[in-house]
C-alpha cells in the first residue's frame, strides 16, 4: 500500500470506528484490504472487551478467504492491535498490519480503565517471536489525531 492508500483506509477504519461508538461500543474499527491496498474485503468495529474488532475481523477472514489470499491482504485498524488481536492476526495468516495509533498512547489515554486493561506490548514484538514475516507499519502521524479525539472524547466519560 502506498501512503495515499493508507491514509484512506486508516481512515475508513477510524469510520468504523465512529460507528462502533455511535452503536455504544467502544471505538475501535478495522478494515481488510486487498492485496490491490484499494479494495476493502472486510471491515469491523469493536464488539467488546473480548471480542475486538481486529481479531473479529482475523477470525471472519479465516472463514472466508484461502490462506494465500489472506496472506496477500492487509490489515488496518485504528489503534496497534493488543497481544490478542495480533496473535489472532498472526494464526490467521495476514500478511501485512497498518495501525494508526500505537497502544501506548492509548493506554496515556485510559490510565487504569477497567474497561481497557491495557497490555503494553507492542505488536511488533509478538509477531517478532513467530515464525511469519508480518509486516508492519505504525503509528501513521497523518490520521493519528484524527484517531485519538474519539479516544479522548470517549475515555474521559
Not at 485510559?110 to 505504525?138: M, S, W, Y
Request: glycine fraction near 8%.
Amino acid at each position: 500500500m502506498n501512503e495515499t492508500q493508507i491514509v484512506r483506509a486508516l481512515r475508513r477504519a477510524n469510520a468504523v470506528a465512529r460507528a462502533a461508538l455511535d452503536a455504544g461500543h467502544h471505538p475501535f474499527g478495522a478494515v481488510l484490504v486487498a492485496a490491490d491496498g484499494e479494495t476493502v474485503l472486510l471491515e469491523q468495529g469493536n464488539i467488546d472487551t473480548v471480542e475486538h474488532a481486529e481479531a473479529v475481523l482475523a477470525r471472519e477472514a479465516a472463514q472466508r478467504f484461502d490462506e494465500a489470499t489472506r496472506w496477500s491482504c492487509t490489515l488496518v485498524t485504528t489503534v496497534e492491535p493488543c497481544a490478542m488481536c495480533a496473535g489472532t492476526q498472526y494464526w490467521a495468516h495476514i500478511g501485512r498490519l497498518v495501525y494508526g495509533m500505537g497502544e501506548r498512547r492509548l493506554l496515556q489515554m485510559t490510565g487504569r480503565h477497567a474497561e481497557n486493561p491495557t497490555l503494553d506490548l507492542p505488536c511488533r514484538e509478538i509477531f517478532a517471536r513467530g515464525q511469519k514475516d508480518v509486516r508492519v507499519i505504525g503509528p501513521v502521524p497523518a490520521v493519528e489525531e484524527e484517531i485519538a479525539a474519539l479516544h479522548r472524547d470517549f475515555w474521559r466519560r
